[in-house]
């Protein structure tokens, strides 16, 4: 086991074991706070201890023992190489490649040879004559497709071979990815060298380089645009003053024009040029195809000898006419130059070589989306910054919220505090959000910062995240908040924020504590970083996850607790203070039977955190890209192996972490192609995707249906268990059975329940009221008994049809708003949608009166106070308007400024609603008030006699008066039952049957 795997192992089995002790110290001790912060101390240091240990820098070896690592890494990458591009296009015959020395610069170098057979010879003539070179300079120059590039990696090769302990590495770099314009060439190499072999560590590369132990060798320089090779040259002069070995490869074409524009640096630098195919070797190697091999021959002037004179297109031809004849290639009116011989023999040879047209289409996507950026080298991890819309991140946050609330939906109680559906919520706008902050990264070898600078950026990244939006949201749920409620809700905010710091803090320093691979290639830099991505993910997620439901929840504990101390400063004995245990002071339930909850949650941080880390990963976007590409046809779902195959066949090449075209002219070709290659199919995969929508959709919906929360528990009625359900609402949940009248039978009390079934409405008759019965209906007893005989009275006294229904429940009862509006509900849903009536709650102790559905409380007994809450809710109704004058300014009358007043804020209807109950009537003091305005009064019933005898002389007033008939419902029980539960339930019955016996009269008609 590695000694970083032993470092994370040792230190989450110290938390595991904190976490443990922690879990067991008991909340009910108010001074338990002071061993709880000791304990997160504890975690706190081993956490930092794991983050020392893997922040620490690697001790660098010296330069000469680093030197003789990266040549052995070297040589183990390029000898294959040259071996490879030999036999590229599945040709093993050797093309003979020849060159010389000439006299472009001021020194002319004495080299000369040519590549028949041996490429160990080649290799090692090539590196002699590089040493005899004084300067240790030399530029190589030829026509396109010549082969400089392989003549670079021979002298790498040779060089390698030749090296002895301790002398310079050649290193072969490909400048396309040189920005001369940004970076100056010492910085680029470092940079690239540390990302290709170091991952990303640059100080053995600075070591190497200051010792003078790299000679590099650089491939290309004709690939820069104009602007770029001026500025390179400038770059050159920045560096190469003193003796500095240098190999460059460049285009006839482009190295004169340098020369010809002022190039000091290149001006003495030896030169040798690749020489074209002889045409005697050409001849030779089209022996295979006669006619051609004759017409080379005799016309060594015409297009097709010419296109034929480089190793690049003999080994095309080749290619491209392994199974069918070339004579057409002699037809001087259809290829009458040289650019069209080439451009049918590339496109021949990519058909060639790829017949499947669908392979083709992706090649050339390839081309199109590298050119489209100005760029030769194809790096994965560019796939998703260059192809994706901003639009991606939501789609990403929704797929990630749809997951969190399945799991939500089945693993969640449903008397957890917070939902499926809020998690859900939670996930989206997270991983959207993080998507979209983090940007485009490249892999953790390339972009990751070690140490404890990169830790630093990390921690401060985190709790930004968590403090951002934090904060705002405690200083707007201050208000009604007392001290200790204030101090725990922040005191959790901080514990998040740390906890998140540290985690991501965590999370860039194992993102740069990759392990050294040599020669890191495409595939070998993507294995890695997915190695990277998951591990990293896995152990921040599971340490975060560990951490922040119990972290949180002591902080709230703590931070509420001493809050509530300091408010008891100034006591004078603090130390007998009685104050509440500390889970009063966490804003969430954690008792005993939360804890299942509190897992999940725990279990949903983890998954949370893990996800945020991965899409901030080059990996996990270079998925998703390449998901989105592959369903729209332009690229295959297997990339990185298409692409490892496409090399193989000679179409691509490794150049250090990515993939280019062999030659920049099958990219161009590819690209010009473009518009004649048959467009993509769309029906088939729009209908794929369709149905794996469809699919997904469907899916989490049949989760979601089939999901309960927790399964409601057995009790000794086993019959009616099969009926029972949990029904929630926010956030009260309880299980509920409706008993059937045809399961009434299973109720104590048989000859009551038969005469209660007794009274039903016809089936067309819609005048009935309706009463629901909740409550423990097991076991009956006495009281049970006087229940149903107080039903059965109400029954007998009340003039319409009153149905009654049962619904059990081991529940206990809840004096809250949620607990009302539930057993609201259920009531309605068993009436039925035309029904309306109340729920009687056998263990009720509150009464609320609203809507269709009343729930009233058995326990409570004071029916005036019931009566109450009825003439309550009929008067919102009848008397909806906003008193203007109180009771004691109308007792005196109405002057003329409060007249004006009353006319002024009389209402659209134009009659004034007032309250003068507690006043006796008078034709003084109301007929100022008919002279003002229309008014409608609302009396005393005891002064209906008055208001009856002064009425007629004041005719722009009416009045009316509350009939209150409440004590007459237990007169009319007490004549039919005389138990006390019996009469209380006849009575209630009555006052909800008949809104409380409490009616709005007319004056008129008062007593």
């Known amino acids: 086991m590695a000694p970083r795997t032993w470092v994370i192992t040792a230190g989450f089995a110290v938390v595991a074991v904190i976490l443990f002790v922690l879990t067991q110290v008991p909340l009910d001790d108010s001074d338990a706070y002071s061993s709880i912060a000791a304990a997160l101390v504890a975690i706190g240091t081993a956490f930092t201890g794991i983050v020392v240990y893997l922040s620490r820098e690697q001790r660098p070896r010296p330069a000469g023992e680093e030197a003789d690592t990266l040549a052995a890494g070297l040589l183990e990458q390029w000898a294959p190489e040259v071996e490879h591009r030999r036999e590229r296009f599945g040709s093993r015959t050797l093309i003979p490649l020849g060159w010389t020395g000439v006299g472009a610069g001021q020194t002319r170098v004495r080299s000369s040879g040519c590549l028949k057979s041996s490429l160990s010879a080649a290799a090692g003539g090539l590196a002699d004559d590089f040493s005899k070179i004084p300067s240790r300079r030399l530029v190589v120059i030829g026509e396109p497709g010549a082969g400089k590039t392989f003549l670079g990696i021979l002298l790498t090769v040779g060089l390698l071979r030749r090296r002895a302990d301790g002398d310079p590495v050649p290193v072969f ?39 003078q132990l790299l000679v590099p060798v650089l491939d290309g320089l004709d690939e820069l645009p104009d602007h770029a090779r001026r500025r390179a040259m400038n770059r050159l002069n920045d560096v190469l003053g003193d003796e500095r070995p240098l190999v460059l490869t460049c285009r006839i074409t482009e190295y004169e024009d340098l020369i010809a524009g002022g190039a000091p640096v290149l001006l003495p630098v030896p030169v040798v040029r690749i020489t074209p195919v002889s045409t005697a070797n050409a001849v030779r190697h089209l022996q295979k ?110 797929l990630a919220g749809a997951v969190a609330f399945v799991l939500a939906a089945v693993f969640l109680p449903a008397s957890a505090m917070v939902g499926a559906t809020p998690v859900a919520a939670v996930f989206t706008i997270v991983i959207t959000t993080v998507w979209l902050t983090a940007g485009s990264r490249a892999p953790a070898a390339v972009a990751a910062v070690p140490g404890v600078r990169g830790f630093g950026r990390g921690t401060l990244t985190g709790a930004a995240l968590v403090l951002v939006p934090g904060v705002p949201m405690v200083l707007l749920s201050i208000d009604g ?77 703590i931070g509420g607790h001493l809050a509530t101390r300091f408010e008891a400063r100034d006591r004078l004995v603090i130390e007998h203070l009685d104050l509440p245990a500390l889970q009063t002071h966490v804003p969430w339930p954690v008792g005993e039977q939360d804890r299942p909850a509190l897992v999940v949650y725990s279990v949903l941080v983890l998954l949370l955190f893990a996800a945020a880390v991965l899409v901030t990963r080059a990996w996990t976007r270079f998925l998703v890209a390449r998901a989105a590409l592959a369903l729209a046809g332009r690229l295959p779902w297997r990339l990185m192996r298409f692409l490892a195959a496409a090399r193989e066949s000679g179409l691509l090449r490794v150049a250090g972490n990515g993939y280019q075209f062999w030659h920049v002219r099958l990219q161009e070709r590819l690209v010009m192609t473009a518009g004649r290659t048959a467009p993509v199919r769309q029906a088939p995969r729009k209908a794929a995707l369709v149905a794996a929508v469809a699919v997904t959709l469907t899916t989490v919906t049949a989760v979601t249906w089939a999901a309960r929360p927790d399964d409601c528990p057995a009790t000794p009625w086993s019959e009616v268990d099969d009926h029972m359900a949990r029904v929630s609402l926010n956030h009260t949940s309880g299980c509920f059975a409706h008993v059937d009248r045809k399961d009434w039978r299973l109720l104590t009390g048989g000859d009551l329940l038969g005469k209660i079934a007794l009274d039903q409405p016809a089936d067309d008759d819609t005048r009935h009221d309706h009463l629901v019965v909740v409550g423990d209906l097991h076991g009956g007893g006495q009281r049970w008994e006087e229940v149903l005989e107080g039903i059965a009275a109400a029954q007998e006294v009340h003039e319409k049809p009153l149905v009654v229904d049962f619904v059990h429940t081991n529940t206990p009862y809840e004096a809250t708003e949620d607990y009302r509006e539930l057993v609201a509900s259920l009531a309605g849903h068993t009436g039925g949608p035309t029904a309306k009536g109340a729920a009687i709650l056998l263990d009720g102790t509150q009464s609320h009166v609203a809507g269709n559905w009343d729930v009233i409380g ?74 003002c305005s229309r008014a409608r009064l609302l009396i005393n019933e005891e002064h209906a006699y008055d208001m009856r005898s002064i009425s007629p002389r004041l005719p722009s007033i009416t009045a009316y008066y509350l009939e209150d008939r409440t004590t007459s419902a237990w007169t009319d029980c007490a004549d039919h039952v005389t138990a006390l539960t019996a009469t209380a339930t006849c009575a209630l019955a009555l006052l909800v049957a008949d809104e409380g016996r409490v009616r709005i009269m007319p004056a008129s008609e008062g007593a």
């Open 481 to 557: 908040m007392g001290t200790s409620e204030v101090a725990a809700n922040t005191s959790a905010l901080l514990a998040l924020s740390l906890i998140t710091a540290l985690g991501v803090g965590l999370h860039e320093v194992l993102a740069a504590r990759t392990e050294r691979v040599r020669g890191a290639g495409p595939e070998e830099l993507l294995a890695q970083d997915r190695r990277s991505a998951l591990s990293s993910a896995a152990v921040t997620g599971v340490l975060v996850g560990m951490l922040t439901v119990v972290t949180c929840t002591w902080a709230a504990a």
């Open 173 to 211: 770099l490909s400048l396309s990815s040189w920005d001369p314009v940004a970076d100056s060439l010492d910085d680029w190499l470092v940079r690239t060298l540390a990302t290709t072999y170091y991952n990303g560590r640059s100080k053995a590369v600075r070591s190497l380089l200051i010792n």
């Open 858 to 931: 058995l326990r409570d007994h004071e029916l005036p106070n019931i009566a109450e809450k009825y003439a309550g809710a009929l008067l919102s109704v009848n008397h909806a308007q906003e008193p203007v004058m109180t009771k004691d300014e109308l007792k005196d009358g109405i002057s003329d400024e409060e007249c004006r007043f009353l006319r002024k804020e009389k209402p659209a209807s134009g009659v004034l609603d007032l309250d003068l109950r507690g006043i006796r009537p008078s034709y003084e003091l109301l007929d100022p008030l008919g002279a």
């Open 289 to 398: 195809w006669p006619s051609v091999a004759n017409h080379v021959k005799t016309r060594p002037d015409s297009p097709v000898a010419a296109a034929l004179s480089t190793p690049l297109m003999l080994s095309v031809f080749t290619a491209a006419y392994q199974t069918r004849s070339p004579d057409e290639l002699l037809d001087t009116t259809r290829f009458g130059n040289r650019h069209a011989v080439e451009d049918h023999l590339v496109d021949l040879m990519v058909t060639a070589l790829y017949p499947d047209e669908k392979h083709r289409r992706w090649l050339t996507h390839l081309a199109g989306l590298l050119h489209r950026h100005g760029d030769r080298d194809f790096r994965w991890w560019q796939l998703a910054e260059r192809t994706l819309s901003p639009w991606i991140a939501p789609v990403v946050g929704v």
